[in-house]
């Protein structure tokens, strides 16, 4: 899969890199669970409705927050049974959220920091 934002069914939305884990191979594969990298919650700063915002142009700011604050892990699997819908993101949002994982992305690549 690629970039996507996941609705659950608790209603959050997070913005991942999304993939799915399958078990056994060719006629025998199955979907196992869905693995979510880097998750981020997103919620709408401002109070304006997200509905209006395309139709008259305004812009609204995204507040990103660490999908599980209380773990160093980046990776995550989930179960498809708490995925409401995935949707791929705009690309305003995309690149925000790229931007956002470029200082954990260089801490690991250079193997002196650990995030």
Known sequence: MSV?????????RIITELKEIFDGEGDDKRGVCLLMEDPYILELDGGTPQFLTEEHG??????FS????YSPDW?????????ITINTP???????WRQKLQPHEEQNNDGTIED
């Open 4 to 12: 996507s934002v996941v609705t659950l069914k608790t209603g959050g």
């Open 58 to 63: 305004m812009e609204y700011q995204v507040r």
């Open 66 to 69: 660490k999908w599980n604050p």
């Open 75 to 83: 990776q995550f699997k989930i179960p498809y049974d708490c995925v």
């Open 90 to 96: 705009e690309p305003g949002l995309e690149k925000a």
